[in-house]
């Protein structure tokens, strides 16, 4: 009994340990009372006054009047430009591109009849030249020109407002990244902290908090651990795995996570890493609970390496191709709107897949080097799992409909997109939308009730990311990310590194940064901007340019240090095995590993073979 008693606390069974949770607070409060940087100033000015500013200069340029006194289709007109320009879309091409939906996206008020005048007039009333000139001074009053001391009035007070709440981002952060690196409270709660701390700060409102907490990532995640407790709990889980490694001679742990890397990290370039993460933690926990014996009832470290290597596989997955997540697109979403170069889907393949097949035997040794199991082969785990499927017998019939459905879910998630944009589907559906309806038809054909997902489903795991999705989001709408970027950036020209390689590198290691505290979309949207428009003034015209928007994009996957990263780091601590510093074992190593590989790929491959005929830098 004394042994049970001393037994370390882990978990959520943990108090909060007010020792050290003191620490994160008074750095919060610390940060929050100290004065403002101009550089906040700066960029919130930027933010908050910049927009308004830009549209009155627009509509001054072309009717003669500010925004205020303008008709609707003449400041739909200034609006579509002002947010092409925040984009980087600078040339007439790309406004006549937009239509109705993109407006809608972009909350930019339009209706048919206006939208059509605005069209019509930039189309035969307006020069490219013309149009590119004015875009291009409008920028250079929105980043220069405005100036936070010339402010007063209403300006003054949304500029000092947004700078608060550029303070109050970076204060969060730093609080929410000590508590998870010290544990010193239950992390589901940092993620209401996270909520409380943005609304007692007036950063949101309570209405907009508690949209916040959900999001299609955040259902898709509710929706994977239901359809794992199912699989679970009928046993198909454990036909599934024995189909996978069945075929092993000496079913051993370096081969089964070796299986993972070559099996999971290739399908994450084209299929989405949530799904495959989902996929495989049935699987993970199985092998791991199979694998235990009366010799060795438990084995931490077995548990750890298995969880680890499936969330691994997923992240260095995808930046192999374009589909391998939405920082790629939006990395050659601004190159084609900047600078009018296209990366195609297959020329992207052949530039980035190389580094995840270097990336598949560096992760795989990092995992077995970091993680020693006790028990080292898996093939007492795979005799197990004949037994009890030999047991089970034929396929029942919660089996056959747990697979239907699952097998339904996959292709949904493989195709949504696809169908929509075909117009096969009269809405845009969702991973999450498709996970939780997979979830509610497991309820429906009998395969489970709700005490199975009640008991089965971790639902801290749920609620810590959706605390995960109101932090990324305050960090890029405030400003904060930004700032962040742009700061680092400017500290480092002195240096020296504000041109080819260094600049890469900085540019790199700050949005492998920021993408451990965002999704990486975020992380290569607030960054992108800043380094593509370096690279345009320092390598203009050159193959510097798509090499910035690839290697920004790859640089965003490297969320492998916080459980908040990335969701398939999330999806694997719902097995319970793991702690936080369990993804700094591998996580910090592979950061900086990952760093030098794409350096290096830039450096060697991409530069000895060009791109399309641009010349080098």
């Known amino acids: 009994m004394a042994e049970k008693a001393k037994k370390k606390v882990a978990g959520y069974d943990k108090y909060v340990n007010w020792k050290i949770f003191i620490i994160p607070v008074l750095v919060f409060f610390g940060l929050l009372i100290m004065p403002t940087p101009y550089g906040m100033k700066d960029v919130a000015t930027e933010y ?32 579509m430009m ?26 930019i008020q339009a209706d048919p009849v206006n939208f059509k005048k605005a069209h019509n007039y930039i189309k035969d009333n307006v020069s490219d030249k013309r149009f590119k000139d004015i875009m291009r001074n409008a920028l250079k009053l929105r980043r220069n020109l405005l100036k936070y001391e010339d402010l007063s009035g209403k300006d003054r007070k949304a500029a000092d407002r947004g700078a608060w709440h550029i303070k109050v981002a970076i204060a969060m952060m730093a609080f929410v990244v000590l508590c998870f690196l010290t544990e010193c409270i239950p992390l589901p709660a940092v993620a209401f902290c996270v909520g409380l701390i943005v609304v007692f700060t007036g950063v949101v409102t309570r209405q907009q908090v508690a949209m916040l907490y959900w999001s299609d990532a955040c259902w898709f995640i509710m929706g994977s651990l239901m359809f794992a407790a199912a699989f679970v709990k009928t046993g198909v889980d ?82 192999g191709a374009p589909s391998g997540g939405a920082r790629n697109v939006i990395m050659m979403t601004y190159l084609n709107d900047m600078f009018g170069l296209d990366v195609g889907y297959f020329q992207w393949v052949t530039y980035c897949f190389p580094f995840i097949l270097v990336m598949i035997p560096i992760t795989w040794f990092m995992v077995n080097w970091r993680f020693k199991p006790r028990i080292t082969s898996l093939a007492p785990a795979m005799d197990q799992l004949r037994y009890e499927i030999g047991k089970m017998g034929k396929w029942d019939r919660k089996q056959i409909w747990a697979l239907i459905i699952f097998l339904v879910m996959v292709y949904g998630w493989f195709t949504e997109k696809a169908f929509y944009q075909l117009g096969i589907y009269p809405v845009r559906l969702g991973i999450g939308v498709i996970a939780v309806a997979g979830a509610v038809a497991y309820i429906m054909a009998g395969v489970v ?22 932090f990324g989001r305050v960090l890029d ?31 790199n290691g700050l949005t492998a940064c920021l993408t451990n505290l965002m999704a990486d ?29 690839m290697g920004t994009a790859v640089a965003s996957s490297f969320a492998y240090v916080l459980i908040i990263g990335t969701p398939p780091n999330a999806i694997v601590y719902a097995s319970g095995y793991l702690e936080p510093k369990d993804y ?17 790929l830039v450096a ?14």
């Open 521 to 549: 979309g975020p992380a290569a949207a607030a960054v992108g901007p800043i380094s593509l428009n370096m690279a345009g003034l320092v390598h203009p015209g050159t193959s510097y340019l798509p090499f910035m928007a």
């Open 584 to 600: 700094l074992r591998v996580g910090i190593p592979m950061w900086f590993m990952a760093n030098i590989v794409i350096i290096l």
């Open 449 to 470: 009730n709700w005490r199975d997902y009640q008991e089965r489903v971790d639902w801290g795991v749920v609620w810590l990311y959706a605390g995960a999705i109101i």
């Open 477 to 507: 709408e405030t400003g904060a990310a930004y700032w962040l970027a742009r700061t680092i950036i400017d500290a480092l020209a002195p240096l020296g590194m504000n041109h080819g390689v260094p600049l890469m590198l900085v540019n």
């Open 238 to 319: 454990k036909r599934v795995c024995l189909m996978m490694f069945n075929k092993l001679a000496v079913p051993n742990t370096r081969w089964v996570t070796l299986i993972f890397f070559l099996v999971i990290t290739p399908l994450a370039a084209f299929i989405s890493d949530h799904a495959l993460a989902a996929m495989f933690l049935p699987i993970g926990m199985l092998l791991y609970q199979n694998s235990l014996t009366e010799e060795v009832p438990e084995d931490p470290e077995l548990a750890k390496m298995l969880m680890i290597a499936i969330a691994m596989a997923c992240n260095i997955g995808g930046p």
């Open 48 to 79: 908050n006054v910049g927009p308004k500013a830009v549209v009155d200069f627009i509509t001054t340029e072309f009717f003669g009047e500010k925004s205020a006194n303008v008709s609707q289709w003449q400041l739909l007109t200034a609006q």
């Open 604 to 617: 060697v491959y991409w530069c000895l073979r060009g791109f399309g005929g641009l010349p080098g830098f």
């Open 82 to 107: 002002e947010s092409n320009m925040r984009m980087g879309a600078l040339t007439k091409d790309r406004f006549l591109k937009r239509d109705l939906k993109w407006c809608k996206k972009y909350k």
